[in-house]
């Protein structure tokens, strides 16, 4: 994946917070997706503006002892996954339309 993809939420999906994952359901397949924490802290920082690797640097790496590339390549694998999914959208360029309501930024995770 090129270091400079950006990530946006699908418009075809329901997402809630529960507990310490998200839960997202896709409208297309009614498929059911559990997010951990870190996936959480990428699905709600995924603007379609802010690039992929921003992402991982400000609100992944910063927050957890993570070497940046491993982060920047788990990221990528998880976006792919998500994408072929209708969960994520991917582009090469910035998408400003974030279809779902903001959820606010990405919390940092209590010890």
């Known amino acids: 994946m090129n270091t400079n993809r950006y990530v946006a939420r699908a418009a075809n999906v329901a997402a809630r917070m529960i507990g310490g994952e998200m839960m997202i359901m896709s409208g297309a397949d009614s498929s059911l997706f559990s ?6 802290i990428l699905w709600q920082a995924a603007d379609g503006v802010t ?16 070497d940046p590339a491993t982060a920047l390549r788990d990221a990528e694998a998880l976006s792919e996954d998500l994408a072929r999914h209708g969960i ?6 910035p998408h400003p339309h974030d279809p779902l309501p903001d959820s606010g930024p990405p919390s940092k995770a209590s010890p």
């Open 35 to 40: 997010l951990n924490e870190t996936a959480s």
């Open 88 to 93: 994520l959208l991917l582009s090469d360029a």
């Open 51 to 66: 690039p992929l690797a921003q992402i991982v640097e400000r609100h992944i790496c910063e927050d957890y002892a993570v």
